[in-house]
């Protein structure tokens, strides 16, 4: 653990101390980061008025060095006032990186994160154009905080037990905007998501990855409701937002798909409670999360020499749809990469007895609508209650040959999804009990990985609280929730820095009464109250002699400012999440 103490002490000394150290808890990408065959500072800028002017710069492998392992450091400064920003990072047209901001104080924040970079093997030995972007705006009056980032690439030149195996190609599935200086992000549901790619016939193994995250009316999607339901409350117009809380992002071949995710729900700094959020950020807040499709199943139809249509897509739940299946509002940010492993003995790889098994989303829903009748016999909507519930399952398989190489592959997905609200004062009260769960299995290992994100949540605004001109609304915001992994990354496995299962489980809890000033994004002191805590143990395969095998945290925050903070390379009991207590005037629906 010395290592790691080390330089998280050394970063933290070179800031004043009145500066506030806000971080995520995360297991780290390595034991130690000292030692480096080389490394590079890649950027450093800031971000103001950056709206459609991202940092643009040309990356070049370092010279002279050889390496397998590669860290991205991203270390991030501001001060003032500013909402929570959204982040990503580019190699060409490959976005590489998905993080957001954390929301500063007067007095400033910094924070710095780790990512291992090295299932990018492939772009990071190719000089290419770099960019991020980090869309931001300052006023001088209400917005006043600039992001002061700074990006190093710090490279290892690792033994992995297994071998590195890097992926031959790395396709992108986005616009392919970098030559405009601009990201290639697909806007859904305006863009097409699609591209049309040829593959090399003697590809033996394909692994697409996903990165998406929804903005606008799309930025919380799990409190949202079902479109009938969005004018429930006429007194609060425009407080709900529709289309429901179910998101399913697909992946599809030539029209026919190939696989789904079912995301986690990202809870951003400035979410529900900007006071809940600081210094303790929600989980994976600066590294937001991709999935991953093994397309090898379908490798048979992609090494036929031929362009085929790879789509990204996001669908919601409809009320009113003879298979639920909906529209989504404005807007998703999506894009993909296709990672391809080539076999050097084959001229082309083949496949038979192709089997696609995708059942149809079954969807379940309940609603109940409370109402009121006053004197003069006029009625009122005084709360909403509903149950949505969602499974599928899907199952892509065949026999590939490549080479001398017979093989049986599959592609298995298991899904559940269970979203409950409950509503009341014109859904200013709202609470949340939310889990999603599931279950895949890939052609590149034996392991059936698993996951389960349980959320609950309660937020109770007063937008109409005494002293308007200083403090003109607060909220009451209850959060405990939990994301639970355990498995295997496909990419990583087939890359060969992973050799067997992995698990990971962190628990958030957090209480916070949060009173925001005339600028919305900045708290009241002597009124704002928080306490929480995060539990994150972690267990690897330790692929190499400096992989981590274990590791654990823990932290508890009050007030903006870290109470309790226990590190260390073991690990330890994460309880479970629980159900909130009731608040009074929610009702209960049996």
């Known amino acids: 653990m010395k290592t790691l103490q080390v330089a998280l002490i050394l970063a933290c000394c ?27 500072v890649l950027f450093e800028h800031s971000f103001g008025n950056s709206y459609g002017a991202p940092y643009v710069g040309a990356y070049s492998p370092p010279g002279g060095c050889n390496f397998t392992t590669a860290i991205f450091n991203l270390s991030v400064s501001s001060s003032g006032r500013q ?28 924070w710095s994160f780790q990512k291992d970079m090295t299932i990018w093997h492939l772009l990071l030995t190719q000089s290419q154009k770099i960019i991020f972007d980090l869309g931001n705006l300052v006023d001088g009056d209400r917005y006043t905080g600039y992001f002061n980032v700074t990006l190093e690439a710090l490279y290892y030149n690792d033994e992995y037990e297994t071998g590195f195996r890097p992926a031959s190609h790395i396709y992108p599935i986005s616009t392919l905007s970098s030559s405009n200086n601009t990201t290639s992000l697909f806007s859904l549901p305006g863009d097409s998501g699609a591209v049309n790619l040829t593959l090399p016939r003697n590809a033996k193994n394909a692994v697409v990855s996903v990165a998406a995250s929804g903005n606008g009316e799309e930025e919380f999607w799990f409190t949202n409701v079902p479109t009938e339901y969005v004018h429930t409350f006429p007194s609060n117009e425009g407080w709900l937002y529709g289309y429901s809380p179910f998101r399913e992002i697909q992946v599809l071949i030539d029209g026919h798909l190939a696989g789904v995710s079912w995301p986690f729900p990202i809870l951003f700094t400035g979410g529900v409670d900007p006071g809940a959020w600081r210094p303790i950020v929600g989980i994976d807040a600066f590294d937001l999360p991709s999935f991953q499709i093994d397309f090898t199943p379908w490798l048979g139809l992609l090494t036929d020499g031929e362009n085929h249509k790879i789509q990204l897509r996001v669908v919601g739940f409809d009320t009113s749809a003879e298979d639920g299946v909906g529209a989504i509002g404005e807007n998703w940010w999506v894009s993909g990469s296709l990672f391809v492993w080539l076999d050097d003995t084959a001229e082309q790889t083949v496949a038979q007895d192709f089997r696609s098994e995708v059942t149809t989303t079954a969807f379940d829903f309940h609603s109940v609508v409370g109402t009121a009748i006053d004197q003069s016999g006029l009625v009122t909507n005084t709360s909403l209650y509903f149950a949505l519930t969602a499974s599928r399952n899907i199952s892509i398989s065949s026999t590939i040959t490549s080479g001398n190489t017979t093989r049986e592959v599959a592609w298995t997905q298991r899904l559940a999804f269970s979203n409950i609200q409950n509503m009341t004062d014109s859904a200013f009260n709202q609470s949340l009990a939310m889990v999603t769960s599931g279950s895949h299995s890939d052609s590149a290992s034996d392991i059936i990985s698993h996951y389960t994100y349980p959320l609950n949540l309660f937020s109770a605004y007063d937008v109409v609280s005494p002293g308007a001109t200083t403090n003109p609304g607060s909220v009451l915001c209850l959060v405990d929730r939990s994301k639970l992994t355990d498995g295997v990354s496909t990419l990583s496995f087939l890359t060969g820095i992973s050799i067997g299962s992995e698990s990971s489980r962190t628990r958030q809890n957090v209480t916070s009464n949060y009173h925001w000033n005339r600028t919305i994004v900045e708290g009241t002191g002597g009124l704002d109250t928080m306490d929480g805590e995060v539990w994150l143990s972690y267990s690897g395969s330790g692929a190499s002699k400096d992989g981590v095998v274990a590791y654990h945290r823990y932290a508890r925050e009050k007030n903006d400012s870290v109470v309790a903070d226990e590190q260390g390379w073991a690990q330890i009991p994460v309880p479970a999440t629980i159900s909130l207590p009731l608040v009074d005037g929610e009702p209960v629906v049996s």
Do not use: K, N
């Open 83 to 110: 909402y929570d920003r959204l982040a990503t990072l580019w190699l060409g047209d490959i976005e590489v990186w998905r993080t957001s901001t954390a929301m500063p104080i007067q007095s400033g924040i910094h």
């Open 14 to 40: 070179r800031l004043s101390q009145s500066v506030l150290e806000v971080f995520q808890a995360a297991p780290p990408p390595r034991l130690t980061f000292d030692e480096p065959a080389c490394s590079q």
